[in-house]
């Protein structure tokens, strides 16, 4: 996704798909490539792989939000930090495909680190209805052929259910479920700053956070109801990649 001229964000949906069915017995020894499966078409394109074909169908579909779009909670539809699918109603009519749910997860809301300025923002899930009508194969997908409609935003919840801020906590700690949190103190919020988004089957969700190095697991009505973290929790201070250690 790129904004465009600060008008509108812009998405692009590209599809890879099964070509045939065929079936042949994959070589299971270990193998090296050592040089990078480049492509630079943007119109279909075909892989075999272990007795499939795959076929990329290229840029299917293009479609746009306004930048002065606003969100139920008055805040500006301004970032995706991720997101995800919900296709459990998604299907064909005639030439298009409708159906769908866009789930957005937005970043932690307007700041600049310049002045050290942030914003109480709640971190809240997106969603958007979408249809495509696509034009596989040919790269020149038309503009609006992914058509984006926001239908509503629900807050994320702690287990206290209280709204999560986009204020940086500084050297705020506290301990929930067991795991160290980045706490804002002066608004008694726990800091998110959403990056990532993995949606099951069930509608329980994850979302990591990038003030610190944990995943919350969200249930279908946004309550979080647990929390995975990779390591002892140090504000202060980055994760840094190590090796051998």
């Known amino acids: 996704m790129s904004l465009i001229n600060q008008q509108a964000w812009l998405l692009a949906l590209s599809l890879t798909l099964p070509a045939t069915?065929?079936?042949a017995n994959c070589n299971t020894t270990t193998s090296n490539y050592l040089t990078p499966n480049i492509s630079n078409s943007v119109s279909a394109t075909t892989v075999d792989?272990?007795?499939?074909?795959?076929?990329?169908?290229?840029?299917?579909?293009?479609?746009?939000?306004?930048?002065n779009l606003k969100d139920?909670?008055?805040d500006s539809l301004g970032s995706f930090s991720s997101m995800a699918l919900d296709l459990s109603h998604w299907h064909r009519s005639g030439n298009s495909y409708t159906g769908g749910i866009l789930i957005g997860l937005p970043d932690r809301g307007y700041n600049n680190t310049s002045t050290n300025f942030y914003s109480d923002y709640a971190a809240r899930l997106n969603r958007f209805s979408i249809r495509l009508q696509p034009d596989p194969g040919s790269g020149t997908a038309t503009a609006n052929s992914l058509t984006l409609q926001y239908l509503n935003s629900l807050k994320l919840k702690d287990n206290r259910d209280q709204d999560f801020?986009?204020?940086?906590?500084?050297?705020?700690?506290?301990?929930?479920?067991?795991?160290?949190?980045?706490l804002v103190s002066s608004v008694d919020k726990i800091a998110m700053d959403a990056e990532g988004l993995a949606v099951r089957q069930n509608g329980s969700f994850y979302v990591s956070d990038e003030y610190a190095a944990n995943i919350y697991y969200f249930?279908?009505?946004h309550k979080s109801i647990s929390l995975v973290t990779g390591a002892e929790l140090d504000p202060t201070s980055h994760c840094i990649p190590a090796q051998n250690n």
């Not at 792989?49 to 930048?67: A, R």
């Not at 986009?166 to 479920?177: H, Q």
């Open 21 to 23: 069915a065929s079936r």
């Open 49 to 67: 792989f272990c007795g499939h074909t795959f076929s990329n169908q290229g840029l299917v579909g293009i479609g746009s939000l306004g930048s």
């Open 72 to 74: 139920d909670f008055g």
């Open 165 to 182: 801020t986009g204020l940086d906590p500084a050297t705020g700690i506290s301990t929930v479920m067991g795991v160290k949190v980045p």
């Open 219 to 221: 249930s279908p009505d």
